[in-house]
């Protein structure tokens, strides 16, 4: 169950971190729909759809907030220009402090924090529950920078972030009327990307994983059924092939043609060439043959060497070919000599390797 339990937290986990880098790129290469909302002194709002949605035409709409919701309710077509747009919202004077602000110009830099430290004394909120914002700053006298700042609570805006997320807008931005060519934006906020507004991305992405899971489940059952099929073909393969071997080795019902003598000589006559290679991969570094013989099925070496009873083991062990090693004469040391003089013999049988 727990592991059940981690990897439903998993999925639910990445569905969300896709979630937010696909809305992400939206909103990055998706240019959402303006709709501009003025407020005034009566408190009703005006909404006029600068680029709407299809290159339609809406009229202005006028409607005050009752609650939460519009009053008279939005007629069906402001219903879809709202979806997945983005709101500006601006609000009247009287509902917006004002201050100009005197800074040192050094302090062009560093007036989010300093702006930020100053709210609890510029308006009667606390920076937590205040939405504010300044605009550019212009040069002034004696090397100093004035600042236009606005500020408003966040209850007063409440209303309309909760309507811009009740009609599915992209994103909102509320503005303060402080300069009539340049509104001082007091907070923007995105909401869901253009993509989210029209799909449910996280019902997608859940769709595109059943769908991969049930094609793997069914790519697995084809690979297991077809897997089984071709192993047992090439088991037959495998043993006819052994078949045919063995008839070439022995000759055809065990006739005694020469093709089967020569297959047979060649199967049990031990193969020069690969026991030089046996021998040769045997011996350690160390040791230096001076002499070698192949008589039959006997190989006599005679050498040098540091260890001559290891030799023994070192040959019997390094392969098959090699049986019953021995010395044939005794091992010597002499004062002018390195090491010690061997005398070693072996029988050899026919091998061939696995592949023979």
Known sequence: ????????????????????????????????????????????????????????????L????????????LPETWNVAFRGSRIEALLRADHVMTDQLDFPSKAADFLDGMIRAQVDRLTPWSANDAVFGWGAPTSAANDRIEVSFAATSREKVAPLLRFAEAVGAASVAILAPADPSAPIKLLDRPLRS?????????????????????????????SAYLGGSLQSELDDLQQHIAQRRAALRLGTNGSASGLGLLAKRKQTTP????????????????TY?????IEGDKIQIVGMTQD??????????????????????PT??????????????????????SGS
Do not use: C
């Not at 006028?62 to 309710?73: E, I, K, L, T």
């Not at 020069?272 to 160390?286: G, H, N, T, Y």
């Not at 040959?315 to 044939?328: D, G, L, N, V």
């Open 1 to 60: 169950m727990a592991l059940i339990s981690d990897a439903k937290s998993f999925l639910t986990e990445w569905i969300e971190a896709v979630s937010r880098a696909i809305d992400a790129m939206a909103g990055r290469f998706g240019r959402a729909p303006r709709i501009e909302l003025v407020e005034h002194d009566d408190g009703t709002f005006t909404a006029s759809a600068s680029n709407a949605k299809g290159g339609v035409d809406l009229p202005d």
């Open 62 to 73: 006028s409607f005050r907030f009752d609650g939460d919701a519009p009053d008279p309710p």
């Open 194 to 222: 253009v993509i989210s507004a029209a799909v449910n991305v996280p019902r997608l992405l859940r769709g595109i994983l059943l769908s991969s899971a049930l094609a793997a489940a069914a790519s697995l059952l084809v």
């Open 271 to 286: 193969s020069s060439v690969m026991v030089l290679e046996a021998i040769s991969r045997a011996l350690p570094d160390s």
């Open 289 to 293: 043959v001076t002499e070698l013989r």
């Open 308 to 329: 001559a009873p290891s030799l023994i083991r070192l040959i019997e062990q390094s392969s098959p070919q090699f049986t019953r090693a021995t010395f044939f004469a």
């Open 332 to 353: 010597t040391h002499a004062a002018n000599e390195p090491g010690e003089r061997f005398h070693i013999e072996a029988h050899i049988t026919a091998y061939f390797g």
